[in-house]
C-alpha cells in the first residue's frame, strides 16, 4: 500500500474507479474471500450446536412383549407406554469446552476472513497501479516515436542539404524501428494490465479509458516500532492464531473430561399394562458405559501436541510480520529517494537530449550523439515512472 501510494503520486487514477471502488469491488467478487466468509457461517452453526448439545432432550417409549399366564390360560400381553426427559451426562460435562473449541474456531475463520479481504484488496491495489504504470509507459513510448520522428525529419533535411552523411538517417530509421517496437510492447502490456484488473474488480476494460490528474503525496512514513506493534495487534493473522490457540487449550480440558465414563439418564411417566394388570407411575432408567481400552491419555497427548504447533505457528508469523513490516519501510523510504533521484535524472536526460538535437541541426553534434541521447532520456522517462 504504502508503495502504490508513492507511484500514485507520479502518475494519474482512473475516472470511473477509484481506488476504494477498487478494492470493494475486488473483495466482493474474491473467491477466496467468498469461500472464507462461507466457512465463517459453517462455524457459527457448529457453536449454535455446542450450545445446544447439554440441552435435555424428549423421549417416547413403547413396549409390547408376551408374558406368561396362569397355568394353562395361555399367554397375556404387557403394553407399556412411557414419555420422560432424557440428558447424557457426557454431553453435560463435555458442552462448556465444546462451547469454548466452537467459538475459539468462530473467532479464527472470521480473522481468517479479515485476512482473505486484505489480501484481496492489496492483490487490487498491485493490478491497479501496475495499470497504470503500463498506461503511463504506453505514452511515453508514444511520445518516444514522436520523437524519434523530429530527429529523422532533421537527419533528412540535413542529407539533402549535404551537411550530413545518408548514414544518419540510417540510424534516425533504426531508433524509430526501436521505438515502435517498444510501443507495441507497451501496448500489449497495458492491455494485459487493464484486463487483470477489469477480471478483478467486474468492470469492462473499456471503462478504464479515461484518467483524472495525480492525488497529493501521501502522508510520512509511520516509525518501525509504532507500525510493528499496530501489526501485531490488529492483523488477523495473528488474531486467528489467538483464537486458535484458545481452540487447542479447550481441547485439552475435553481431552481429559473424555475419562468420565459415558450415561445416560432418562425420567418420565409410564403407563399401560403388565400381565393384564393396568399400571402408571413415573420411571427412572440409567445407562453406564465404561471403556475397556480408555483413550483419554492419548486424547490428551494431541490435544496438546496442536497446542505446540499453534503457538510455535504464533511465534513464527509475530518474527515474519517484524520482518515484513520492518523490510517495507526501508523500501519505501529507499523508494522516495529513489524516485526523487529519477525524476532528476529524466529532467537532466530531457535536458541533455533538447541540447545534443539543437546541437545536431547546426553541425555540433553526430548523429550517433542524437540516438544516444534519445535512447537515454527515453530509459530515463520510463524509470520515473516504474
Known sequence: MILASLVMAAIPAF???????AQQRAVANGVDVQTS?????QREAELTIARRAGVPHLTADYTLAPQANAANNGTVEQSLI?????????????QNPGVRVAAAELLAAQRNADAAVIAARLNVVKLYFTALQTIAVERVRADAIAGAQRDRSAAALRARAGESPQLDVVRADVTLA???ADYARAQADRADAVESLAVATAVSPASLAALTPSPALPANLPAQDRAVARALAYRPEV?????TIQSRMANIGAARRSAFPTATVQAGYTTGTDTGIPVHGPSVTAHVELPVAPTTAPRIDVAQAQLDIAQAQLLAER????LEIAAALRDARAQQVAAAAAERGRAEAQRAL????????EGASS?????????????AAVDALV
Do not use: N
Open 319 to 322: 518474527r515474519t510480520l517484524t
Open 82 to 94: 412411557g414419555v420422560g426427559v432424557g440428558i447424557s451426562i457426557g454431553d453435560l460435562v463435555a
Open 367 to 379: 548523429s550517433l550523439d542524437v540516438a544516444e541521447a534519445r535512447r537515454t532520456y527515453d530509459q
Open 354 to 361: 533538447q541540447a545534443v538535437e539543437i546541437g545536431y541541426k
Open 15 to 21: 475516472a470511473a474507479l477509484s481506488l476504494g471502488d
Open 37 to 41: 466468509l462461507a466457512t465463517v457461517r
Open 178 to 180: 526501436q521505438a515502435y
Open 239 to 243: 488474531t486467528a492464531l489467538l483464537a
